[in-house]
């Protein structure tokens, strides 16, 4: 979903009834500004991120693309 300069992306595993927390890496297309939406706070300037997913919990990120 774009807004604006921003894209916001949400990452959301299959549910299972018998599923634990899973770490995903995400190798993004440039340096971008992350910031956590969920947790309401800046992950600073990345290029690859490790996201911790819950069992329903899904990862809401808003990215813009990082100042040269």
């Known amino acids: 979903l774009r ?3 921003t894209t916001i992306l ?3 595993r299959d549910y299972a009834a018998d599923a634990t927390p899973e770490t995903v890496r ?3 297309p440039g340096r971008f500004d ?3 939406l969920m947790a309401g706070h800046s992950l600073g300037e990345q290029r690859v991120l490790a996201l911790r ?3 329903v919990t899904p990862a809401v990120l808003a990215l813009r ?3 040269r």
Do not use: F
Request: net charge negative; glycine share 12%.
């Open 26 to 28: 995400v190798t993004l």
């Open 34 to 36: 992350v910031t956590d």
């Open 53 to 55: 997913l819950g069992v």
């Open 3 to 5: 807004h604006g300069a």
């Open 65 to 67: 693309e990082a100042r």
């Open 10 to 12: 949400a990452l959301q």
